[in-house]
């Protein structure tokens, strides 16, 4: 069992959606959760961090996690084909920069 | 702007070559991070260095070593490269606890 998972998708939706993307983790350790925004050949880039459980808010965009769970959660508000990307999902234990990534959903925004 | 620079972007080699990836990152970093990136198995870490001329293995080291001889540099070597290793590598950075990462933007290794 991998230690994240995230569906791959790919998901398509159309401009002004909500969108949704998920992933769950198994070990109860994992204290940092952060979603990175990849687009076509470039690198990753941090989106969103989150320490332990709660929701965390930055425009359109709001993480939430759920520890209890252990479930991880990015929404997108009137999405925007600009929002068209790779999103990936991260977390890590306490003390550590040692990332574990999920396989990443492939997001596509239809104008 | 943070930027963590690496040299090739696109790569050919043939099966059994040498392959240096190097990587370079200006923001006085101590902690880089080589992974690579497949379609369904998204991000895998294969060594990381908290320190010059420190490294540790991540979670799939086999066939690959890295070289750390300055902060701002880090180099992963693939002695004697495999088709199996044709893939995305990306280089990244960060200076401490929790989980801000800057990321190059990718060498695509393609081994014939």
């Known amino acids: 069992q991998k230690e994240v998972e995230q569906d791959p998708g790919p998901l398509s939706v159309p401009e002004g959606a909500i969108v949704s993307l998920n992933c769950t983790y198994s070990n109860s350790a994992f204290q940092y959760f952060m979603w990175y925004r990849q687009y076509s050949r470039k690198g990753p880039e941090l989106l969103m961090y989150?320490?332990?459980?709660g929701n965390k808010e930055d425009g359109r965009f709001t993480a939430q996690v759920d520890k209890s769970s252990k479930y991880i959660s990015l929404f997108i508000r009137d999405s925007q084909p600009s929002d068209s990307a790779t999103y990936l999902c991260a977390t890590t234990i306490q003390g550590a920069q040692k990332l574990v990534f999920g396989q990443g959903t492939r997001l596509t925004i239809n104008p | 702007d943070v930027k963590v620079t690496q040299s090739s972007r696109y790569l050919v080699k043939r099966t059994g070559e040498k392959v240096f990836l190097e990587c370079v990152q200006d923001?006085?970093?101590?902690?880089m991070f080589w992974y690579r990136q497949d379609p369904g198995l998204g991000l895998r870490l294969i060594y990381f260095?908290?320190?010059?001329?420190?490294?540790e293995k991540g979670d799939i080291p086999e066939g690959y070593s890295v070289s750390r001889e300055k902060k701002e540099r880090f180099s992963l070597i693939l002695e004697s490269a495999s088709t199996n290793q044709t893939s995305m590598y990306l280089c990244?950075?960060?200076?401490?606890?929790?989980?801000?990462?800057?990321f190059g933007e990718g060498s695509r290794l393609t081994v014939l």
């Open positions: 989150t320490y332990s459980s």
């Open positions: 990244a950075s960060g200076s401490g606890l929790g989980g801000e990462l800057f």
């Open positions: 923001m006085d970093h101590e902690n």
């Open positions: 260095s908290y320190d010059v001329k420190m490294k």
